[in-house]
């Protein structure tokens, strides 16, 4: 089985310190060019326009005609590759990094590109289930990055030790052993109750800036039950 390519940087003992495979650059360069052309290249009229038609609007699907339009579905994966802030594309892509990497040297490009589809349409549609009537977009790659921290936990946080790759290992563990791993709990544990207080804390905010923790979850759980669906064994 072919390596995927990475990007290596190296420590002064020779090891690599990450290794982030080609699809995850990709990603990242992506989410970083969509928001430089809105946040800087597009006037202000222009870059509503463009959150308008790009962003995930709840309301675009319960109180208008082009629900079942093709761009109205674009939106509950077009939305992942946007962000609202230099902050908020930083935390983002740092998380992709860390979480990414391993998972997409684990499956391959191909497979890590539909799980983040899955797993971004996944949290749109549980935002959607909690505001269907909210007309505050959703920007960011959080839906689809929780899944990939549900992903890992699946794997029981296992990565190789090799200086050529930072892939997952092993078998992905079943549920009930997952559950019972106390680094899996106490990641769970706090993963939750991080998510769930900034969210909280965040309502009081304008609400196209606030934190979309129940997106954060829908994605997460998708990553979490569902990796089984998109793994392939390590040669």
Same mark, same amino acid.
């Given at each position: 089985?072919?390596?995927?390519?990475?990007?290596?940087?190296?420590?002064?003992?020779?090891?690599?310190?990450?290794?982030?495979?080609?699809?995850?650059?990709?990603?990242?360069? =992506?989410? =970083?060019?969509?928001?430089?052309?809105?946040?800087?290249?597009?006037?202000?009229?222009?870059?509503?326009?463009?959150?308008?038609?790009?962003? /995930?609007?709840?309301?675009?699907?319960?109180?208008?005609? @082009?629900?079942?339009?093709?761009?109205?579905?674009?939106?509950?994966?077009?939305?992942?590759?946007?962000?609202?802030?230099?902050?908020?594309?930083?935390?983002?892509?740092?998380?992709?990094?860390?979480?990414?990497?391993?998972?997409?040297?684990?499956?391959?490009?191909?497979?890590?590109?539909?799980?983040? /589809?899955?797993?971004?349409?996944?949290?749109?549609?549980?935002?959607?289930?909690?505001?269907? @009537?909210?007309?505050?977009?959703?920007?960011?790659?959080?839906?689809?990055?929780?899944?990939?921290?549900?992903?890992?936990?699946?794997?029981?946080?296992?990565?190789?030790?090799?200086?050529?790759?930072?892939?997952?290992?092993? @078998?992905?563990?079943?549920?009930?052993?997952?559950?019972?791993?106390?680094?899996?709990?106490?990641?769970?544990?706090?993963?939750?109750?991080?998510?769930?207080?900034?969210?909280?804390?965040?309502?009081?905010?304008?609400?196209?800036?606030?934190?979309?923790?129940?997106?954060?979850?829908?994605?997460? =759980?998708?990553?979490?039950?569902?990796?089984?669906? /998109? @793994?392939?064994?390590?040669?």
């Amino acid at each position: 089985m072919s390596e995927p390519e990475t990007t290596r940087t190296r420590s002064s003992g020779g090891e690599p310190m990450f290794n982030i495979p080609g699809i995850i650059l990709a990603a990242i360069g =992506i989410c =970083i060019a969509v928001f430089v052309y809105q946040a800087y290249i597009l006037d202000g009229t222009q870059a509503v326009e463009f959150l308008w038609n790009y962003a /995930f609007i709840p309301s675009r699907f319960s109180q208008f005609e @082009d629900a079942a339009s093709t761009q109205a579905w674009f939106t509950t994966i077009s939305y992942s590759f946007m962000h609202g802030s230099v902050t908020h594309i930083a935390l983002n892509m740092i998380w992709l990094a860390a979480f990414g990497s391993p998972l997409a040297a684990r499956i391959g490009p191909l497979r890590l590109t539909l799980f983040w /589809f899955a797993t971004s349409v996944a949290a749109a549609l549980t935002h959607f289930a909690i505001y269907p @009537d909210s007309m505050a977009p959703l920007v960011g790659a959080s839906g689809a990055v929780s899944g990939m921290m549900g992903a890992a936990a699946r794997f029981g946080f296992r990565r190789s030790t090799s200086r050529h790759s930072a892939a997952f290992l092993g @078998d992905i563990l079943p549920i009930i052993v997952a559950l019972r791993m106390r680094t899996v709990l106490t990641f769970l544990g706090v993963w939750f109750a991080t998510n769930i207080v900034t969210g909280l804390l965040s309502l009081g905010a304008e609400g196209s800036a606030s934190i979309a923790w129940e997106a954060h979850i829908g994605g997460f =759980i998708v990553g979490f039950f569902g990796v089984s669906l /998109f @793994d392939r064994r390590m040669a």
